[in-house]
């Protein structure tokens, strides 16, 4: 793993490391248990010196798999973002539910909600998002053609990750997980 200079290593930064690293793992086909598995015992061990990464502790040491519904926190700090959508991804069986589970957490839904839903989209597949879902997404040429592009720059990759949701009050992220072949 290509890692960043720890010199850079604030709360915000690392939990973005984290989820990059993590989607990598699962683009890669990784089983979740393993890239959640590598990942965590990577950054545990990488950034074990960073003062400030104390705060992620539950992540990199698994603990956030055990903790009831009730204990995670869906504000829009980042540390209690990412472990939601940790959780999310640990306690359901499908994208839908992933998702639902993250937005019903209360808090900081879009965000909890999206982080989620992007990595149920490479864990669970395009296909796996619900249809009613898809159709009712605003700007989703944008989002096609942004995804078409991808594809041709990475000619020959089975699946691409693309990016991109506006509305006219946020800017969300999703990564979503899509088979071109099949579109």
């Not at 959640?36 to 990577?42: A, D, I, L, V």
């Not at 003062?51 to 798999?65: N, S, V």
């Not at 980042?78 to 499908?94: E, G, P, Q, R, Y």
């Amino acid at each position: 793993m290509e890692i960043i200079g720890r010199s850079l290593a604030h709360g915000r930064i690392i939990a973005c490391h984290f989820l990059v690293e993590f989607a990598i793992k699962l683009l890669k086909n990784d089983a979740v248990d393993n890239a959640y598995e590598e990942t965590r015992r990577t950054f545990s061990v990488y950034y074990r010196d960073v003062e400030e990464a104390e705060c992620f502790l539950r992540i990199f040491d698994g603990m956030i798999l055990n903790v009831p519904v009730n204990e995670i926190k869906s504000s829009g700090y980042v540390v209690d973002t990412l472990a939601a959508a940790i959780w999310c991804i640990f306690h359901t069986k499908t994208y839908k539910d992933a998702v639902l589970t993250a937005v019903n957490l209360g808090g900081d839904t879009d965000t909890i909600g999206a982080i989620t839903g992007g990595l149920a989209g490479i864990i669970y597949g395009y296909k796996a998002i619900p249809q009613k879902w898809e159709e009712d997404l605003e700007n989703k040429e944008l989002l096609y053609y942004a995804a078409d592009q991808l594809q041709v720059m990475g000619e020959g990759a089975k699946r691409n990750v693309f990016c991109m949701y506006t509305s006219k009050q946020n800017f969300f992220v999703q990564l979503f997980s899509k088979f071109w072949k099949n579109r």
